[in-house]
């Protein structure tokens, strides 16, 4: 009921100061778990609210956006594509103060701003904000390349919207929900005329260079949250993929560089 599709993790890397903070709050997170009588873990609402904060750091890493500008330069004359962004602002640590937006501008608007004035695209966003005439209106022109080539979207595409003339994905999003990235899968790989195949990319984020990596180190094991909820959707993806060795050969690089056998059921937990 599926089109079949290929997979392309492609891996970028949080900056200093965004590692800085993530390694911060998983310090803090840690404090805030505990396993009860069950052997359950168990996160404080303390907790909770720290791991959101983690999350939208990696949800809104700087770097996804030069990594997306190098992928679309093959892609600035193509159709129907999906670029699906975190609901996340954008970290930016060197902005000046005195700028409206301290953290910097949310992802979606610097990703539409690439496109659309950088590579001179026709895009067009997809969120909460239109209305479901407008979305509408939108579904057509996009099924049509008239004119849109690509939707920028967020979490509404959760929702059970269907758009299923999609047939390159660009996924930023990073969301280490099963639930949710499954999802997200899905509404790439609804079939369509002159559909054969869909093609998905996967930004993998990490905390730095595999070159760099001490996986005995106490930094090393404050990242390894990161890195295994990135091979836990890699191997999700790309085990049906037309081309799992893409996804096997990066998981095996990040399990040898970080010393990992086995992922547990307990990496399944945090959000």
Not at 19 to 45: M, T
Not at 167 to 182: C, D, G, M, Q, V
Request: charged fraction near 30%; hydrophobic fraction near 35%.
């Amino acid at each position: 009921k599926l089109t079949p599709y290929y997979y392309y993790p492609k891996v970028t890397f949080l900056s200093n100061d965004e590692l800085d903070k993530y390694r911060e709050l998983s310090k803090k997170i840690a404090k805030q778990c505990h396993k009860n009588k069950s052997g359950e873990i168990e996160v404080s609402e303390l907790g909770k609210k720290l791991l959101i904060e983690r999350a939208r750091i990696v949800a809104g890493a700087t770097n996804k956006i030069s990594l997306l500008r190098e992928l679309m330069v093959e892609y600035r004359n193509e159709t129907h594509m999906l670029i699906y962004c975190g609901a996340a602002k954008s970290f930016d640590f060197s902005a000046d103060t005195s700028q409206a937006d301290e953290e910097g501008e949310r992802q979606i608007v610097s990703v539409s701003k690439m496109l659309g004035h950088e590579l001179g695209m026709k895009v067009t966003h997809f969120t909460s904000s239109e209305s479901a005439r407008e979305r509408e209106r939108i579904k057509q022109q996009f099924a049509a390349a008239d004119p849109y080539q690509a939707i920028v979207a967020i979490k509404c595409l959760d929702e059970g919207v269907n758009i299923p003339s999609i047939k390159t994905a660009f996924i930023l999003a990073s969301s280490t929900n099963p639930k949710e990235y499954i999802q997200r899968r899905g509404r790439v790989l609804r079939k369509a005329e002159n559909k054969p195949f869909a093609t998905i990319y996967d930004f993998i984020t990490l905390p730095m260079p595999l070159d760099r990596v001490d996986y005995t180190s106490e930094n090393a094991r404050l990242d390894l949250s990161l890195v295994k909820k990135e091979i836990i959707r890699m191997k999700e993806f790309g085990e049906i993929s037309r081309n799992p060795s893409d996804a096997d050969e990066l998981i095996n690089k990040l399990s040898e560089a970080y010393g990992l056998d086995t992922i547990s059921e307990e990496d399944y937990f945090y959000e």
